[in-house]
Each structure stands twice: as C-alpha cells, then as structure tokens.
C-alpha cells in the first residue's frame, strides 16, 4: 500500500510534483491507555511498507527487551519515542508520523491515553481532520475513551473511526462488537458525529488494517481502515467562504514596500479584492499577494502569504483582514466551553492572557455556567474547573477582538488561555457560535403562556394616598462624568427630607448584583437598562419614585425601557456636560484608559452616546451646581403632578 511509482526511476521531477499535488490528510489516534493506539500506526506503518530497514532492525532488537509481546515484534517501539514511553510502555507526548499512499499524503498524530496528558491529546487533536478513536474489546467504552471522544466532538473534527481493538482477545466475537458499537453509539449520540464509522481489527495481528480480515471475521462487511483512511471525503470540510487573514507580522524591508504576513484562517482572496481592516474598519484594495515563489493572483486557506493593499492605512500586529461584506463578531464578551490543563484551578475573575489568531490579550473568566460530567455528558454546577474539566464559560476582555464560532470557523473561533506569571498555557477554549436562539431579544415578551400575573390586594389609589405622591421613574442619562449618580442621591435626599418614598437604582450598583454577568458591549448596556427597568417597574408598582442613574447611551434602548415601565409614568431627565468637561471630572482615568483602548466599547470614546430628542428635561449640569439641578428636576415632579407642593 505504500506510494509506488514508476516516475522515481524515470522522471524525478515529475514524481515529486506528483507527490506535491496529492491531498493531505491529518489525523489521530485516540482513546484510553493501552488501547492499542501506538500498536496500531507502527502496524500501519509498516504494512504500508514505510519503515526503513534499519529501523525494522532496531525496534525487533528493542522488542526483545522493551516490548509487550513477549519479545516478538512490537511496533508501537515505532511510535514511543521517549526513554520513558518505551521503559513504561505508554505514550506521554503527542509524535507525528508521515506516510504517503497512491491517492494521498498522510500526516499521523499519536496522543496519549493517560487522563494525566490530555492536555497533549487536545494539542494533537487540534488541526486534524479526522479521528481514530481505539476501544479494548475486553475493557469496552472507559472514561478516557469518552473524554477523548468528547474533546474530538469539540474540537469540530467531523470524521470519525471507532476501531474496536484486540478482536483477537475476545476470539473475534461479533456480540462482544455489536455490544461495544451500541454502547458508543448510544454515549456519542448528543455529540453530533455525523461521519462514523466502526471497524473491528486486531492491530497487532494487522487485521482490518490494510487488508480484510475475512477468516477471522467474516461477519464483518464494511472497509478497511487503510480503505478510509484513502477515501474520506475532506475537500469540503475547509471553509473557503469566509475570509479571514489575521497579520502576523508587518514586513518593511525598504521604503518602497510595506507587507502584512500572515496565515489565511480561511476563505479566499484575489488580487485587486476589496478589503476592510478590523478593529479600525479602514478599507483598501489588494494590490499584490506575494509569496516567496513569487506573486498570485489568488490565494486561499491554509497558504502563508504576504499582502499588499493600495492604500497606506494603519494594519498591525493582531489586526484582521475581512471582506466588508462578510465580517466576523467583534466584542470583548463571548462565550466558550473551556478545557482546562493545568494542575492549579481556574479561578473566575482572575487576569489571564487570552491569544486567538495573532492577537494578544488580557481578560478573565467572569462567569462559568457549568462543567460537564464527560461520562453522562450531563451539566453540574462548580466553582471553578480542575485539571481535564471541560466546562462552559464567559469569557471577558480588556479590548474587544474579531471571531467566529468556533465550529463554523476553527481558525478564528479557538484560543489559548495563559498564566501571566508563569507564562504557561493553562487552558484551550472554542468559542460558542451564536445562533439565531442565542440572541434573544429579551425586551420582548418571552413569559411562558402558563404564567399569570398576580395582583396586589392593596390598590394604586391607596397607595398614592398613603405616600402623597404618583409613582414614576426617573431616567437621568448622560456621559460618564455627567454627575447622575451624584444628582441621584441629592435628589433622594430632598424627596426623602419632605416624607416621599423614593430610592436610587444605580446602573454601576446593579453591575455588582443582579447584572454582574455583564460585560459593555451594546447588547450588555442594553440588558442591564433592561433588568433595571423591570425593577423601577415593581418599585413604582409599590408606590414609589424610582430614580435611574443609567449612562444608557442608546436612544433606541431609552425608548424600550419607557415601554417596560410605561410612558405615562418614565421621565427622561439629560444631563449635557460636554465630554471636554466629563473628562476634566474623570479621576478613575477612564476617559483615557479609553483612549488607549485598554476600555473597550466607551461611549463617547469609542462607541456612541445618542442623546435624547425628546428629554423631559435638560440639565447643563457644567453650568448649574447640584442644589440647581435638584431644584429644576423637582419642578419638574411638580408640573408632571408626581409630588404636591
């Protein structure tokens, strides 16, 4: 089965543009040790008549004395590099293979089965196409072999050969793999492995491998593993729709040239193509694709190339290169699911550094949903991670990046997770596509239809008696440094001084409670007015005057907010301090922390304050003391009839 070719004798050139031109196709081995996984590639191998001789001659020397076989010949010597992995006889670090067929390139990917070094297994896992997950038929389905099988499922890996090992040990029972192919099918059912196979094989034997073991097992009908392995379909697997070129390096050897290096993460571009620089959303054209071949008209995912634009526009390191048709997400808020490989827990809130692509940031861990129990794939809820957990995860940043899902998009939908003491990668993370379920607008009414609004036996009319006054909200808007929260409180003050029952609803209080899963991106600002409005909605609905200090920087999301509440009863009082004078008022540094970019999504700065065409009141709290605007919003109350004088 090895590569043979007349073209090596006759026309060098022509065999190994040959051989250039052939598909290639990664994978893995998997499952729980000693399951057979390096037995099985050192049989491929060598079946596959791609050991060279003196290598056959030492491992059947070292069989001898390091084997399992009982001094026959061992051919996962061939695989088990390390001193340690041949005096153990256990793979610890992932080793790579090569080997070639007549239809195909092969690159072979050798992970452990030690829960110890799943973390290597993950690592090898990541950039293949298609996984050989191996199960012991005398041991069956183990936790190993469901984590590893797990970990493919996340890692989007859409092929998948179950290969039911050690046939020859169970004296190639068919129930025994009829049983072990239930078992795994019924576990593996919720991860969506929609390309998999069973092949049952004795690797050592070099049954079911290369060729069909039809004395042994004639019950069974399906391929070989070689037979796979040459004719998975993987053309389509690659996303080539959606272009994404994250820079890697700025290349200025002269004056007369300026390139951006990089990887193409996927899709295609062509020279003299429109494209748009992220974050800055700047545009130009493609004016050449050079590569050290020399230039293309076109190039697609996975080529290293260099781009040229027409247009001298600021691109750095970290930045991307999209088509402005076709963006990815741009937030410092997702969601991901989490795999965690370092011996000290994850602890939600503490600063790592988050690499995606060629960008470099620090973030944290705000929130973790939940971990998942790999053997029932069931949710618990949990503190924090341990070494090999998996769990779901929001994930927040010091700057907002540009990313896919992680399963439409590998390539800019994975990152890692390091220890920025240690520099350790501490965890491996996929992030989360958001669907069309995941962004529900929760301003509409989303209630179940057999929920039903109760009502208070003390009546609105009895209220307002009590207390003297009409129950309303208060919105006071404006820009960081406006003075809301300060106004709030004073007018709390008056009203409470003259017996109305009144209370401030703070938006930077409620970050630290009811909304502190929330980051500041547009959707969490929106959120958070929304869960505030709600709560003014039960305070008036009690009587009171609520007044909310929201910084609320959308008109349209004001306007929604007044609908929860009611209109009859929601005042929008803006506070105009010009941001010039907000940021002389700035004494925590955010106005130029923002400016710096280290504070993403700052309205004023780098997002929109919208300000209100239609306030109920306008107050240049630059121009009047606070007393002043205490006085002007308590008018205000007077002439809406909210307080009596």
């Not at 239809?449 to 006054?469: M, P």
């Not at 899963?517 to 009171?544: C, I, P, Q, Y």
Request: proline share 4%.
């Amino acid at each position: 089965m090895s590569h043979q070719s007349e073209l090596i004798a006759t026309d060098i050139d022509a065999y190994l543009k040959e051989h250039e031109q052939k598909e290639l196709l990664r994978f893995l081995t998997c499952g729980s040790v000693d399951d057979g996984k390096s037995t099985l590639i050192g049989k491929l191998l060598v079946e596959a008549k791609m050991i060279y001789e003196d290598q056959l001659a030492a491992v059947e020397a070292e069989s001898t004395t390091l084997g399992s076989t009982g001094g026959a010949f061992d051919p996962a010597l061939l695989m088990d590099g390390l001193k340690a992995e041949r005096e153990q006889g256990i793979t610890i670090d992932v080793s790579y293979r090569y080997f070639s067929t007549a239809k195909r390139k092969f690159i072979i990917a050798d992970t452990p089965g030690h829960e110890q070094y799943t973390r290597n297994m993950a690592t090898g896992a990541s950039a293949c196409d298609l996984a050989i997950i191996l199960i012991d038929a005398r041991r069956g389905v183990l936790t190993q072999t469901k984590r590893h099988s797990f970990i493919v499922s996340l890692l989007g890996i859409k092929h998948v050969i179950v290969a039911v090992n050690k046939m020859d040990l169970v004296d190639f029972s068919q129930e025994r793999y009829e049983e072990i192919r239930k078992e795994f099918t019924a576990f593996s059912g919720p991860l969506g492995m929609t390309d998999l196979h069973f092949i049952p094989m004795s690797a050592l034997q070099g049954l079911n491998l290369v060729e069909k073991a039809e004395k042994e097992m004639p019950w069974y009908e399906g391929s070989t593993l070689m037979h796979m392995l040459n004719n998975t379909h993987i053309a389509s697997d690659r996303n080539l729709i959606d272009f994404r070129y994250p820079v890697q390096y700025v290349n200025r050897p002269h004056l007369d040239f300026r390139g951006f290096c990089g990887t193409i993460a996927s899709g295609r571009i062509h020279k003299g193509d429109e494209v748009m620089v992220l974050p800055s959303r700047k545009k130009s054209r493609v004016k050449s694709i050079v590569t050290y071949d020399g230039e293309l008209e076109e190039a697609f995912a996975p080529l290293a190339i260099t781009l040229t634009l027409e247009d001298e526009i600021d691109v750095s390191r970290g930045d991307m290169l999209v088509r402005p048709e076709n963006v990815p997400q741009t937030s410092d808020t997702f969601d991901a699911t989490l795999v965690w490989m370092a011996d000290e827990p994850m602890l939600p809130g503490k600063q790592y550094l988050i690499k995606q692509a060629t960008k470099l940031v620090s973030g944290s861990v705000s929130t973790l949903r939940y971990k998942i129990d790999v053997n029932t794939l069931h949710r618990e809820q949990s503190p924090t991670l341990e070494l090999n957990e998996i769990g779901r995860c929001q994930i927040n940043l010091n700057q907002p990046i540009a990313f896919d899902g992680y399963r439409n998009n590998p390539g800019t939908g994975s990152f890692i997770v390091i220890d920025r003491i240690s520099n350790i990668t501490v965890a491996a993370g996929m992030i989360l596509q958001r669907t069309a379920g995941d962004k529900n607008d929760h301003w509409d009414d989303q209630s179940s239809e057999h929920l039903q609004v109760e009502h208070s036996d003390v009546t609105t009319d009895e209220r307002q008696a009590r207390f003297g006054q009409q129950p309303l909200t208060l919105l006071l808007t404006g820009l960081a440094g406006a003075g809301k929260t300060t106004l709030a409180y004073a007018l709390e003050r008056k009203l409470f001084d003259q017996g109305r029952a009144c209370c401030v609803l703070d938006g930077q209080n409620m970050r630290r409670g009811i909304s502190r899963d929330l980051g500041f991106t547009a959707d969490d600002r929106s959120e958070n007015l929304r869960r505030g409005a709600e709560v003014a909605k039960l305070m008036n609905d009690a009587g009171m005057i609520c007044i909310a200090a929201f910084l609320a920087p959308s008109e349209e999301v004001r306007k929604k907010a007044a609908e929860v509440v009611g209109k009859e009863q929601f005042l929008v009082v803006h506070l105009s301090a010009p941001i010039e004078v907000c940021r002389e008022r700035d004494q925590e540094g955010l106005y130029g922390a923002a400016d710096e970019k280290k504070i993403a999504n700052f309205p004023g700065v780098s997002s929109p304050y919208e300000e209100p065409t239609d306030a109920d009141l306008v107050l240049p709290s630059h121009e009047l003391d606070v007393q002043q605007c205490v006085e002007r919003v308590m008018e205000l109350l007077t002439e809406r009839s909210a307080i009596a004088v």
